[in-house]
């Protein structure tokens, strides 16, 4: 198919962001990727990493490739085509990078990713996942997304948030999501009488959430560590509570990226908004049209 033309909506980017370490950013990231592929095969999702963990490169690298180019040759270059690479589950990927020192050296302005992503042939969705910072890459990230998911697990998490939103050039675009709910035990110091006192401080302090949250899941915990390789919520944890909440994350974020007001309408008559609670396929139906850069 050829590369579709870049108008300023061609691409849209989702950024993870938390200052707050292992609140489930990375987790988040990469399985959102998978669910939203798995919504819409037609829509292209690239993943990157703005960490030095990899945990990007091991769960969607496919066993034999070769180290090549990396996140900072490519945004030292201005743009991600070469460095971008086909993974497991059909989400394309860029190779995180061991040198942050040099990615940083690209990152002298705000706006320097979201230029390199502009300026790659690319339409779609591009995910980025976020290092437990708020530091110069992060911002990037920050003012590179149309949307931003802040998760919160407990209060130091909600804390973060307040930073973020300060930083934030939109903070409209910024939406809390809780993660790590325990749902195992009411006395728990983690579970629901905590989620309901997070729930209750995001409301009283008026910040866009998601109505989903994720539960704290065993399972998911031993598809992240039982070898070096993360496997899937989607296709690993089928029949739980938190492939469930997966999906519906996935359709929330479908919509909560709805194209801002002043962008350019892709057709002339754009379909109605499908019913909050409508049929996910319609949305689907909807969401291609608005997106949908590549004239198919
Ligand atoms: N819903 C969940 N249920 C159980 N364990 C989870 C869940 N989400 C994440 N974890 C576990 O919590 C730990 C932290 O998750 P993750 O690495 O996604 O967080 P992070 O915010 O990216 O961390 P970091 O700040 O180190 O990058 C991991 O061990 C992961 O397996
Ligand atoms: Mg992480």
Known sequence: MPSPSLAPDA?????????????????????????????????????????????????FGVTDAKPGRDLADGWARGRLDGVI????????????????????????SPAALRACLEATARSGLVI?????????????????ADLVI????????????????????????????????????????SGPLLARALRDEIARRGWRRFDVELSRSPRLELLNSESDRPRSVLHDARGTAVHREFRRLAVEVMRALEPRETAPPRVPAPPARPAERGDERDLLRWFRTRYDASGR
């Open 85 to 108: 690479q086909t993974g497991q589950y059909g989400v394309d990927w860029v190779p995180s990078t061991g040198d942050l020192a040099a990615l940083r050296g690209s990152a002298e």
């Open 11 to 59: 691409i849209r980017v989702l950024a993870v962001i938390s200052n707050k370490g292992g609140v489930g950013k990375t987790t988040v990231a990469t399985n959102l990727a998978i669910f939203l592929r798995a919504l819409d095969e037609d829509l292209p999702i690239l993943v990157l990493s703005t960490d030095d963990q990899r945990v990007v490169d091991r769960m």
């Open 150 to 189: 802040a998760p919160v697990a407990d209060h130091a998490s909600l804390l973060e948030v307040e930073k973020l939103l300060s930083l934030a050039p939109h903070p409209a675009r910024v939406r809390v999501l809780q993660t790590l709910v325990d749902r195992r035990t009411r006395i728990s110091p």
């Open 128 to 144: 980025v996942d976020t290092k437990s910072d708020l530091e110069r890459l992060t911002v990037c990230a920050l003012h590179a």
